[in-house]
């Protein structure tokens, strides 16, 4: 294992390098999947909570664009305040505990959040549309996808699922995930970074990981349309339950 608190491992600055490149290249291809991705497959690398820190900065930096440049910022604000307000309290509150509780937890945590995912996306499960519960379901789902987001640095499960069966179009649907996403990311940054854990090897490495992802991001946007884009999602969603689950035994 690194020493993380002394000299930066060099060794390790590649390996980084290519799963971010090849998370970026998911998100832009498919336009999600970045923190699952690296996080699934950095921790078989490095520690977990160093893998959920590394993957943050990168996750908000490629996320950035999709939340502030698409067709309703405003008027997803409007719709997402309570996710976003009640969801950003609890990552605050989740992120001090993850930073302080057992790491076995945390991958446990992850292990089976990926597995989820990757289970839901597959078998192509939809909630059922909230209707006049709207009002009342937003701030819970902001809630449990903060509570769970806090400790693992993944949002999706169960926001994203959540703001499907909420009839958005397309590019209103990606554009209100992004800013969820850049919402949580930054929250949980700025803990990770007010309590120190942001040592010099880790800043290194972050850097690195948002480069390469950028980069990622714009061979996968365009290799897009010039591949089977289902295909590539099964494929992934595969091989993510299968990462997820190796967390998972590795947390016992």
């Known amino acids: 294992m690194i020493d993380w608190s002394t000299a930066f491992a060099w060794s390790t600055a590649l390996p980084v390098a290519a799963v971010f490149l090849a998370a970026g290249f998911c998100k832009g291809v498919v336009g999600l999947g970045l923190p699952i991705f690296a996080v699934s497959l950095l921790t078989h690398i490095i520690g977990i909570r160093e893998a959920i820190y590394i993957t943050l900065i990168p996750a908000m930096l490629t996320s950035l664009a999709q939340a502030v440049a698409g067709p309703a910022f405003v008027t997803s604000l409007k719709r997402l305040w309570p996710i976003l307000v009640v969801g950003g309290v609890a990552i605050m509150i989740s992120?001090?505990?993850?930073?302080?509780?057992?790491?076995?937890?945390?991958?446990?945590?992850?292990?089976?959040?990926?597995?989820?995912?990757?289970?839901?996306?597959?078998?192509?499960?939809?909630?059922?549309?909230?209707?006049?519960?709207?009002?009342?379901?937003?701030?819970?789902?902001?809630?449990?996808?903060?509570?769970?987001?806090?400790?693992?640095?993944?949002?999706?499960?169960?926001?994203?699922?959540?703001?499907?069966?909420?009839?958005?179009?397309?590019?209103?649907?990606?554009?209100?995930?992004?800013?969820?996403?850049?919402?949580?990311?930054?929250?949980?940054?700025?803990?990770?970074?007010?309590?120190?854990?942001?040592?010099?090897p880790l800043v290194v490495l972050t850097v690195i990981a948002s480069v390469t992802s950028l980069f990622g991001v714009w061979l996968g946007g365009m290799a897009r349309g010039k591949m089977s884009e289902k295909v590539f999602v099964k494929t992934f969603l595969v091989a993510f339950f299968i990462l997820g689950a190796g967390i998972f035994y590795r947390a016992f």
């Open 95 to 200: 992120t001090q505990l993850g930073m302080k509780g057992d790491k076995r937890i945390i991958a446990f945590i992850v292990g089976t959040l990926i597995m989820i995912y990757a289970l839901v996306s597959l078998l192509n499960v939809r909630f059922p549309p909230p209707g006049r519960n709207e009002k009342y379901l937003s701030p819970l789902f902001g809630l449990l996808g903060g509570a769970v987001g806090g400790m693992s640095g993944m949002y999706a499960m169960p926001v994203v699922p959540y703001l499907q069966t909420l009839g958005l179009k397309r590019d209103e649907l990606i554009q209100s995930i992004a800013i969820w996403f850049v919402t949580g990311a930054g929250i949980m940054v700025s803990v990770v970074g007010i309590n120190g854990a942001y040592t010099r």
